[in-house]
């Protein structure tokens, strides 16, 4: 099969959902001679801040000079971002071909019963093409949970990373943060270090302490003690970490605990026999880049989008537009998914707003702009206009005509939203700057 055949077999995958289970990728991996054996892992879970730490320590490791592959979801602009070797995407040849061999094996299996999900064949093609790139080390992300995640085929990592954990996804992993940090801790394997971020809530704490306790896994408690703060800005924070100077290229104080978390997995590497010097780990996370991490489409007028799409994530993005955007009028446009904790949301980022755009993102889960509008006109101001819009480009056009020097548009709500207004904003203001 060629790219358009290959992405049109993954997208009709989407009809088999999510099915937490390690059964079906275990079986797809061992027809396919079990690439990930032969494989080296870093693996990160979390609720928020996967994909900034795992890009972070993934540009560490390519710095030093190590062949690194990087696995991340979901994309932003194009589909083969979630396979990386040294910040390079797989080749739209290469997809195919990889695809066309997993595939087939995917059709046999379904002829059995057994049908893999479309998050479960992508890890597949990961696998088979970090093996074909002679990767060194890989930095996994996981996709949902941890325990169950496809991900977690793995054996033994390196070094295991957790993130902040917060509440997301509840019907599939649980509803309250201590039964979601069991599910992130199921990636914790016997004797493997682990990195917990900064500055988690008790009920995550307890649980990850304890999983580490049995599976006698040194556990670093990250924290933010040692960061002295130089300079925040809508695109980057100067800070000293200890004697560590960092420029970290993504704004918002939630990005330097992601930074820190990065710096002391890179340091655990070392001590599993890793080389890795102090000035490539600043380097590395300088040169790090990704897209919707309250990214700067624009400076005048300032346009801002970010990928946030849930309450914790919500929280950090009002953290960064009170401290980096106050004074400004916010033009919001937003767009979320019904299965989210869209209401709660809704609750913290709407009262930021002097007008409010909703939108539908592109994806057979999004809530509507018009129930969309509606909920957020329960948040609003009494002097604030809440307009749905079922056109994407519309609403754009719309926010960028009414912002002016004293403003700023923010995008948020969906990564979805995210990949496709990203390039309808780039293409309205290139003539503006």
Known sequence: MNYTEARAYIDSMERFGIKPGLERITKMLAYLGNPQDKLQFVH??????????????????????????????????????????????????????????????????????????????????????FVEKNCRIVVLECGLGGRLDSTNVIKEPLCSVITKISMDHTDILGDTVAKIAVEKAGIIKQGCPVVLAPNQCDEAMAVIAEKCAEMD????????????????????????????????????????????????????????????KEENIAAGIAAARIPARFEVISGKPLVILDGAH?????????????????????????????????ENSLSKIIPRFSRVFTVTPDSPRALSAKSLAECAEKFAGEDVAVKSFENLKKAAEKAIEMADETSAVVVCGSLYLASAIRPILIDLLKDKN
């Open 44 to 129: 990160v879970a979390g609720t928020n801040g996967k994909g900034s730490v795992s890009t972070m320590i993934a540009s560490i490791l390519s710095h030093e000079g190590y062949r690194t592959g990087l696995f991340t979801s979901p994309y932003v602009l194009d589909f083969r971002e979630r396979f990386m070797v040294n910040g390079t995407m797989i080749t739209e040849d290469e997809f195919a071909e990889i695809m066309t061999k997993v595939s087939t094996v995917n059709d046999i299996l379904a002829k059995s019963g057994c049908c893999l999900t479309q998050f479960e064949v992508i890890t597949a093609v990961a696998m088979l093409w």
């Open 217 to 276: 896994s040194a556990l670093t408690i990250c924290t933010t003690d040692a960061v002295k703060v130089q300079s925040m800005t809508p695109t980057v924070n100067h800070i000293y970490y200890g004697e560590l100077r960092l420029m970290i290229p993504f704004a918002g104080s939630h990005q330097i605990e992601n930074a820190v978390t990065a710096v002391n997995a890179a340091r655990v590497l070392i001590q599993r026999g890793l080389s890795i």
């Open 310 to 342: 849930n309450p914790d994530g919500i929280e950090a993005l009002c953290n960064s537009i009170d401290t980096l955007l106050d004074g400004r009028s916010i033009i919001g446009i937003i767009g979320m998914l019904g299965d989210k904790e869209y």
